[in-house]
């Protein structure tokens, strides 16, 4: 059973044009947007969000930032991951405004984390195509996020995916062996720009037992 609320196409495609016109706001006048004056009022729930930032043609990753963890509601959680990922991916320098007619926008919001037993097999607890992964280790100070759609798109099967999220926090790729890590799994609703600035689609992934 999915344990995330669901939201309508139109206010998915709200939240993919808030996200895109925020990145253009920030660009030329170097300041956070207000909040819109008017908007869905089921974007008023609080929920983690994440915002993906694609290149065409070969959908190579430009930015990606989110909040796991519900703190704010969608509207301005949307606003603020957009910016962090179009400018403060570590990984990349900042969107330049040229870009933006060759970047898709994409919105992922968060189900609340459910946290994978760790008397159970771990594997056994997860879906690909349905679940994400979060790790956390106190201990070390470090934590990584991959999202669902990074195991399908990506072909992982459940082992490969625990691996690579142990990669993401920094972590040997065996970590999932470490008592000291904790895995949350969670469930997502995926908004997205079939092309640059165009129409918004919910992408539905295909959920694999393997």
């Known amino acids: 059973m999915s344990t995330i609320p669901k939201f309508s196409l139109e206010e998915g495609k709200f939240l993919v044009k808030l996200s895109r016109q925020s990145v253009e706001y920030f660009l030329k006048n170097h300041k ?3 909040l819109p004056s008017s908007y869905p009022q ?3 729930k609080t929920a983690g969000i994440f915002v993906t930032l694609s290149t065409l043609p070969r959908n190579d990753l430009r930015g990606c930032i989110g909040y796991p963890y519900a703190f704010g509601s969608l509207i301005e959680l949307c606003i603020s ?3 962090k990922a179009a400018c403060e991916d ?3 320098e900042c969107v330049k405004a040229e870009e933006l007619n060759n970047i898709v926008f994409e919105v992922t919001i968060l189900s609340p984390m459910i946290a994978l037993e760790q008397n159970k097999p771990y594997d056994e607890q997860i879906e690909i195509g349905r679940d994400g992964l979060l790790v956390v280790c106190d201990s070390y100070g470090k934590s990584g996020l991959l999202l669902p759609q ?3 798109e990506w072909g992982f099967d459940k082992k490969k995916f625990f691996k690579e999220v142990c990669v993401k926090a920094s972590l040997d790729d065996n ?3 470490d008592k000291n890590c904790k895995f949350y799994r969670f469930e997502s609703q995926i908004f997205k720009e079939v ?3 165009s129409d918004i689609k919910e992408e539905v992934l295909n959920e694999r037992n393997i």
């Open 32 to 34: 956070y947007p207000p």
């Open 42 to 44: 089921n974007l008023d």
């Open 81 to 83: 991951a957009s910016i």
């Open 90 to 92: 570590p990984r990349f």
């Open 150 to 152: 990074v195991a399908t």
């Open 175 to 177: 970590c999932v062996n």
């Open 195 to 197: 092309s640059p600035n």
